[in-house]
């Protein structure tokens, strides 16, 4: 075997056994609050922006929140639709908060799941990936 080849053969051999192997990405759905502005009747007018995934079609996805006041009080929990979701699916929804000025949210808490169907029947995965960010003043979690 010639040098070169002898070079070539170790040199691959090593870049295989020194390149990382990339672990399977953990399944996701992303929620973020994207704005917060007014309304002119005085309501909060909530943003979201969603992300799918999990590796499923989600055939109806909602969430149970919590609205914060700058006291840190919980002044309503509500229930946020965003409906069915194809894997790889981005959507975007609005949400009005009727008679809640966005100065007055300190922060939304997501509570619990209020929907989710895979496959028609309920799945705990809304829950299990669900990451939540804000890119408001207001404060967005789980």
């Known amino acids: 075997m010639s040098f070169h080849r002898l070079f070539v053969t170790v040199f691959a051999a090593s870049l295989a056994v020194a390149t990382p192997s990339f672990a399977q990405e953990e399944p996701t759905f992303s929620l973020e609050l994207n704005g917060a502005t007014e ?25 149970e929140v919590a609205v914060f006041d700058s006291q840190g009080a919980v002044t309503r929990l509500l ?3 965003f409906g069915a979701l194809i894997e790889g699916k981005t959507k975007i929804l609005q949400f009005d908060l009727s008679g809640t000025p966005c100065g007055s949210i300190s922060r939304i808490v997501v509570n619990d799941t ?3 169907t895979v496959a028609g029947a309920e799945a705990p995965i809304c829950m299990q ?5 804000s890119r408001t003043a207001i404060q967005f979690g789980i």
Do not use: D, F, I
């Open 129 to 133: 990936s669900l990451t939540a960010s």
């Open 39 to 63: 309304t002119e009747s005085g309501s909060c007018r909530l943003t979201y922006v969603a992300a799918n995934r999990t590796g499923k079609t989600l055939e109806r996805t909602a969430y």
């Open 114 to 116: 209020a929907a989710c």
């Open 79 to 81: 229930v946020l639709e």
